[in-house]
């Protein structure tokens, strides 16, 4: 027997959880258009693209698929939302891709702006699917992890992450420029002005796992409010 009010709650998180992955799709595709260069893990995306006959967002999605199993072997167990993220904002991509939505400015303003747009779309789509309460991105799970295991700041393991696959990116042709260098400095002020507005505290936040969200759903006795 399942449970059908945590079920109702659960389901009732969907459209929030898939406006954050949309919207999240669409900064990176406005990164991209940008044409001034885009994150570290974009460069790497699109490095990889570029000798495959794979697209961004297929290429977006295995290796959201590979970190979520590194990172199970380092201890982090992936939420219902770190799956969907994987998925869903490869797939989103991709569909964003052929509708030709955006275009590659005709000037370096123009080119400016799509990037600032990108960049304050990630923060709000960042608060959204995190506010649901399902789990972390691969890629910031397999920081948690590695934090976890090496016993290192953040700062030196995200750092460490970033600069890693910008290399690799970069020596793949992805696209680095003054883009890449606003992205890395004011993401985090997105985000965190998101969580600002938007009321969200992540250190008070407890993100429930896969297995947890299972668990909940099989339960007999009805203890999630709608």
Not at 11 to 32: D, N, R, W
Not at 69 to 74: E, G, R, T
Not at 185 to 203: E, R
Request: net charge positive.
């Amino acid at each position: 027997m399942l449970n059908k009010s945590y079920l109702v709650t659960l389901i009732k998180k969907m459209p929030t959880l898939m406006f954050g992955l949309f919207l999240y799709a669409a900064g990176i595709v406005a990164t991209l258009y940008s044409n001034m260069g885009m994150s570290p893990w974009d460069v790497f995306h699109v490095g990889i693209a570029n000798h495959t006959p794979l697209t961004l967002g297929q290429v977006s999605q295995i290796t959201g698929l590979v970190i979520i199993f590194l990172s199970y072997f380092i201890g982090v167990m992936p939420g219902l939302a770190s799956i969907m993220n994987m998925y869903f904002i490869g797939l989103f991509i991709d569909v964003i891709n052929s509708m030709g939505i955006f275009k590659i400015p005709a000037t370096f303003l123009g080119g400016f702006l799509l990037l600032i747009s990108g960049i304050l779309m990630i923060g709000w789509a960042t608060y959204f699917y995190l506010k649901v309460q399902l789990g972390a991105g691969p890629r910031d799970g397999l920081m948690e992890g590695l934090v976890k295991k090496i016993k290192k700041p953040v700062w030196i393991i995200r750092g460490a992450i970033e600069v890693t696959v910008l290399i690799i990116g970069y020596i793949l042709g992805g696209p680095v420029g003054i883009g890449t260098i606003i992205t890395a400095f004011t993401i985090g002020i997105s985000v965190q002005w998101a969580f600002k507005v938007g009321k969200y505290d992540p250190k008070s936040t407890e993100h429930e796992d896969i297995i947890k969200t299972i668990e909940n759903i099989k339960k007999k006795e009805d203890i999630y409010s709608t």
